[in-house]
C-alpha cells in the first residue's frame, strides 16, 4: 500500500505531456520489437533505459536503481556486437557510477518536489573536461583498434563523451545534456549500422533516438531551474 501510494505521489510530478509521451513510447517499442523478432534483452534494455533517461531528467534518486538493471543488460548487448567499447564503458563505469549517483543525489534533494537541485559548471571547467575528453576519446580509440571493435570512431567517441556525460549527470550538471546529446546521436548512427547489417537490435536503436529527443527536451527544463537557482 505505501508502494502505491508514494508512486502516486510521484506522478503528480510528471505532467501531462510527459505521462502521455512515456505511454506511447514504451508502447510502441514493444510493437515494433513483437513485429520485428527483435531481441528479448534488447527489449528489456530499452524500457529500463528510457524509463530511467526519463526519471534521471525529473531529477529523481530512484532512477539509478532502474539504471543498473538496463546498463548491466546493454553491456551483454554491446559485447555480442563487438562494441567493446560500450561494453566495457557500462560494465566497469556505469554500473559502479550508477550507484555513487544514489548516495551523491540523496544529498542535494529538495524536499518540496523530491528531486534533485540542478547546477551549472564555470567556463573553465567545462574547457577543462572537454579537453580531457577528446585526449580520452583518442586513447580509446587506438585500444579498439588494437582489439578489432567493429567500429571503433564511433564506439570510442560514444565511449569517450559517456565517461563525461555520466560524471556531469552524478555532478547534476546541466552540460550533461550537451554531452549526451552528442553521445545519443552519434550511438543512433552506430546502431542504425548494426540493424542495417542484420543485427535485430532495433529497440536498442529506438531506445537512442528516444534518447535524443529526452536529451534536447531536458535541457531545457534544467535551464529554467538553473536560472531559478541563481
Known amino acids: 500500500m505505501k508502494l502505491i501510494n508514494y508512486i502516486k505521489s510521484e506522478i503528480k510530478f510528471f505532467n501531462i505531456s ?14 515494433i520489437s513483437v513485429l520485428t523478432q527483435d531481441s528479448k534483452i534488447a527489449l528489456i534494455s530499452a ?9 534521471a531528467g525529473k531529477g529523481k534518486v530512484y532512477c539509478y536503481y532502474i539504471g543498473l538493471t538496463g546498463t548491466f543488460l546493454y553491456c551483454l548487448i554491446a ?18 557510477m550508477q550507484v555513487i549517483g544514489i548516495f551523491k543525489w540523496k544529498k542535494h534533494i529538495n524536499k518540496e518536489k523530491n528531486e534533485i537541485y540542478k547546477t551549472e559548471l564555470s567556463t573553465k571547467e567545462r574547457s577543462v573536461y572537454l579537453i580531457i575528453t577528446i585526449f580520452i576519446t583518442l586513447v580509446i580509440y587506438e585500444i579498439l583498434n588494437i582489439f578489432g571493435g567493429k567500429t571503433p ?21 546541466i ?6 546529446t ?14 542495417i547489417n542484420g543485427a535485430h537490435y532495433y529497440s536498442t536503436l529506438i ?19 538553473v536560472r531559478i537557482l541563481k
Open 182 to 195: 552528442v553521445v545519443n546521436f552519434v550511438s543512433v548512427i552506430m546502431w542504425s549500422i548494426a540493424c
Open 79 to 96: 559485447y555480442k556486437n563487438g562494441f567493446y567499447g560500450n561494453m566495457a564503458l557500462y560494465g566497469f563505469y556505469f554500473f559502479p
Open 153 to 173: 570512431i564511433t564506439d570510442s567517441i560514444v565511449t569517450g563523451f559517456s565517461l563525461l556525460g555520466q560524471f556531469l549527470t552524478v555532478k547534476r550538471c
Open 47 to 55: 524500457i529500463c533505459g528510457i524509463t530511467y533517461t526519463l526519471f
Open 175 to 180: 552540460e550533461q545534456w550537451y554531452v549526451w
Open 207 to 225: 531506445m537512442w533516438m528516444i534518447y535524443f529527443v529526452l536529451g534536447v527536451y531536458f535541457y531545457f527544463k534544467w535551464k529554467k531551474e
Open 18 to 31: 510527459e505521462r502521455i509521451f512515456y505511454s506511447i513510447v514504451i508502447l510502441s517499442v514493444i510493437i
